[in-house]
């Protein structure tokens, strides 16, 4: 089993700048990637942002050169530095980590971007 919490969440302005950690505890060693993913009211949960144990990153085009994933794999720690944010990423942001056998989901950040 593989828990995960998220932090960092909150309101900014357009513009703004927001940084987003994920903390995975339990079966880390099980984890051979961890991602991004955000579901904004009354649309599906989309990936943001992926980054493998090897450290090779995917993004979707919308955040492109905005955001930036990283991850501490002695502290199983993964960040998201959000930058340039606009109204269109509002959303809540949850934490995923895939091991061989199953997916695993922290329970969700709120990112809310409104001046």
């Known amino acids: 089993q593989v828990q995960l919490v998220e932090s960092g969440g909150g309101l900014v302005q357009p513009g703004g700048s927001l940084r987003l950690s994920c903390a995975a505890s339990?079966?880390?060693?099980?984890?051979?990637?961890m991602g991004w993913y955000r579901q904004a009211p009354g649309k599906q949960r989309e990936l943001v942002a992926i980054?493998?144990?090897?450290?090779?990153?995917n993004y979707a085009d919308s955040v492109k050169g905005r955001f930036t994933i990283s991850r501490d794999n002695v502290k199983n720690i993964m960040n998201l530095q959000m930058n340039s944010l606009k109204p269109e990423d509002t959303a809540v942001y949850y934490c995923?980590?895939?091991?061989?056998?199953?997916?695993?989901w922290g329970q969700g950040t709120q990112v809310t971007v409104s001046s």
């Open positions: 339990g079966s880390t060693f099980s984890i051979y990637a």
């Open positions: 995923n980590a895939r091991t061989l056998t199953q997916g695993y």
């Open positions: 980054i493998t144990n090897s450290g090779s990153t």
